[in-house]
């Protein structure tokens, strides 16, 4: 216990350490790291400061000889020899002076450029060119070269002349006492009457300038550089990147441009020399011009972060050590405090749990958490000798309580045995009557199964049967429609005769006059057509009462072949009639007409015995259609009478398992009533 109260203390001391000591690390990190980013601009701005100064004098310088110059021509004092000496006092008043300089514009100074064409100071065009300059050691004479270049070499004349401005030329290399030298001219457009009439400078070597900053190293590992406002190195401890675009060498540069050219200040992370530093990026601004320069200063990151991982580790090493003083101290406490003590009161709790009710109980005037322990432990002891004793009384009390319940029980095995002997034997006699209800349930099933096979045969040949009429009915369908072809034919002979009867009356109008002679053996043809038709009603009858399909219109067929025949005979009359009346054509067309109104009325018959066959069919066809239904109807009771059957089974073997279900309870109530009496004669016994 002891051992868990040190580790839960121990774990949040560490704990709070942890937390205080990253609070700490991570505030005094910032701190630091704020205040050395402070000293970094300061110092980077004070450097600055002198790079500005140094840039400054010459500008101030070159401004001083433009407007000298103009106050001088005013005068009169154009003397070239004078202007050039008074130029090598400015250079030998200023070592910082690379060179001083002047150029004029053909003719500008006195006009008298043709005199001085070659001469020292001048060029072939004559012009006032000195450039007094300190390239060999000492302050010598020579004359500006590439003043007319319109590209880089030119940039120090040509720019000022067109712009008017003064301004801080960007580094370029130009050849001074016979070798290049990287330079930086400070040029000021000379002005005569708002015409632009020539150009003063003063020439500054890189070297000179880097000279200020190559020493100086922030935070020991630090460094400083110097940037012309088209982000071209102008001060670099590297001599071959003097001249150079910045983004050559490290791209990230790039990024901080607009800000050189606009003369902001520009701060970012990056990685210089193989060391992570912070880059400061602060203008250097020429007064009287536009184009501000910048100098950039690297602040290592780790040397500014040492003094914060100096902190954290001095401070980790204290918390460790006061951590270590903190857990010796907790241990001894509370093995003096807690340990022993709590070891007292486990060995007095086990003497009380062993049965010892002597045993003293000390430590309970303790007003601390082992004082409540043994306290409870005392209340603890005092009950038990209590209990003891209560124990002792429900013993003697439960003694009695046995000897009343020995006697409840005997009285309670008597009534139990007469009332639940009782149930018994009700439930015996009702297993008895179950058993008999059922076997009589399964007689009568399996009469219903006997009777259901029964109906089931019956019902299939009754399905033959229907079946057996229907395939009639198919043939007297059959039988129908050829009578139906055959009478479509007579009646299409008949319509063709009546057309050869109309040919016959258009040839013999002549004949009308023997029209009544073959009166006679019209009437002979009408009378043949009412029996024919009456021959036709008969034959209808009997095709509706058919009691064998077909025999009806046999029948009917032959009585039909008999009139045929008797309208031959008389048709043979007619013959010998026309033979006679051939002199009396009106008579023979009377007789046509009659004879092709007769055709017409025999067509009028066979039409309606079409008709009347058309009928009959439609009632073969009903009493096909009614035998298939009594044909679906008989195989219906087919499947019924085996669901009877199916359920017959079911009810079958329903009742046997009623039967055994009856058994089983006989069995169960004998078993029952045993148990009973056993329970009882136990009851008795206790």
């Known amino acids: 216990m002891v051992a868990k109260q040190v580790i839960v203390i121990v774990t949040v001391t560490i704990i709070s350490l942890a937390v205080g000591i990253a609070a700490l690390t991570a505030k005094s990190g910032s701190d630091i790291e704020t205040l050395s980013f402070q000293s970094g601009e300061q110092l980077g701005q004070r450097y600055g400061e002198m790079v500005n100064a140094r840039l400054g004098t010459a500008m101030e310088a070159a401004r001083f000889i433009a407007t000298s110059l103009v106050g001088l021509k005013a005068a009169g004092r154009t003397d070239r020899e004078q202007l050039s000496t008074w130029l090598k006092s400015i250079a030998e008043a200023n070592p910082d002076f690379l060179g001083v300089w002047v150029g004029m514009e053909p003719n500008a100074l006195d006009g008298r450029d043709a005199e001085f064409a070659s001469k020292p100071g001048s060029d072939a ?113 590297d001599t071959e990147r003097m001249g150079q675009p910045i983004g050559a060498s490290d791209p990230a540069l790039d990024a901080a441009k607009p800000a050189v050219r606009a003369g902001r200040s520009f701060e970012q992370m990056a990685v210089a020399d193989g060391q992570p530093v912070k880059q400061l990026f602060l203008p250097v601004k020429v007064a009287g011009t536009d184009t501000p320069w910048s100098l950039l200063v690297n602040l290592p990151l780790d040397k500014i972060n040492a003094p914060v991982r100096d902190l954290r580790n001095a401070t980790i090493i204290g918390g460790l050590v006061l951590l270590a003083a903190l857990v010796t101290a907790l241990l001894l406490a509370s093995r003096s405090i807690v340990g022993l003590p709590l070891r007292r009161t486990i060995a007095t709790l086990d003497a009380v749990i062993a049965g010892d009710r002597g045993v003293v109980i000390a430590d309970t005037g303790r007003t601390d958490e082992i004082g409540a322990i043994n306290k409870a432990l005392k209340l603890f002891q005092d009950n038990t000798t209590r209990m003891a004793e209560l124990e002792e009384e429900r013993r003697r009390e439960e003694q009695r309580a046995a000897e009343r319940r020995k006697g409840d029980l005997a009285d309670v095995a008597s009534r139990f045995e007469a009332s639940v002997g009782g149930v018994v034997r009700n439930v015996s006699e009702q297993a008895g009557a179950m058993r008999s209800t059922a076997q009589s349930l399964s007689a009568i099933a399996a009469q219903t199964d006997r009777q259901a096979a029964a109906v089931s045969t019956a019902a299939e040949e009754a399905s033959q049967n229907v079946q057996t009429v229907a395939a009639a009915a ?174 017959a089974g079911s009810t079958g073997s329903m009742a046997d398992q009623a039967l055994n279900a009856a058994g089983d309870l006989s069995r169960e109530a004998d078993q029952l009533r045993q148990e009973v009496e056993r329970f009882v004669a136990m009851i008795r016994a206790a």
Not at 138 to 148: R, W
Not at 219 to 226: A, N, V
Not at 604 to 616: D, L, S
């Open 474 to 647: 198919e043939e007297l369908s059959c039988s129908i429609r050829e009578i139906n072809e055959r009478i479509g034919r007579s009646s299409q002979m008949a319509a063709e005769a009546v057309a050869e009867v109309e040919r016959t009356n258009a040839t013999l109008e002549g004949l009308s006059a023997a029209a009544q002679k073959i009166g006679d053996v019209v009437n002979l043809i009408q009378g043949i057509a009412g029996q024919t038709n009456l021959l036709a009603l008969n034959a209808t009858i009997e095709a509706a009462r058919a009691g064998e399909a077909g025999k009806g219109f046999a029948v009917v067929a032959s009585e039909v072949k008999n009139l045929a025949n008797q309208t031959a005979k008389a048709t043979e009359d007619i013959s010998r009639q026309i033979a006679d009346m051939q002199t009396v054509s009106g008579t023979v067309v009377s007789v046509i007409g009659t004879v092709g109104r007769s055709i017409i009325a025999i067509n009028e018959t066979i039409t309606a015995i079409a008709a009347a066959a058309e009928q009959q069919g439609a009632a073969t066809q009903e009493i096909s259609r009614n035998v298939q239904q009594a044909s679906m109807g008989t195989a219906a009771v087919s499947v019924n009478i085996g669901g009877v059957t199916q359920a």
């Open 125 to 237: 065009s004559g012009r006032f060119l000195p450039y007094w300059n300190r390239g060999s050691g000492t302050v010598a004479l020579e004359s500006l070269v590439g003043y007319d270049d319109p590209g880089s070499d030119g940039a120090y004349y040509q720019i000022p002349k067109r712009t008017g401005k003064a301004m801080v030329v960007e580094p370029y290399s130009y050849m001074v006492a016979g070798r290049k030298v990287l330079m930086v001219s400070m040029s000021v457009p000379i002005v005569e009457n708002g015409r632009v009439v020539g150009v003063a400078g003063v020439d500054l070597s890189t070297d000179g300038i880097w000279s200020m900053l190559k020493t100086v190293k922030p935070f020991d590992s630090g460094s400083i550089h110097l940037i012309s406002n088209d982000g071209v190195w102008a001060g670099h401890p």
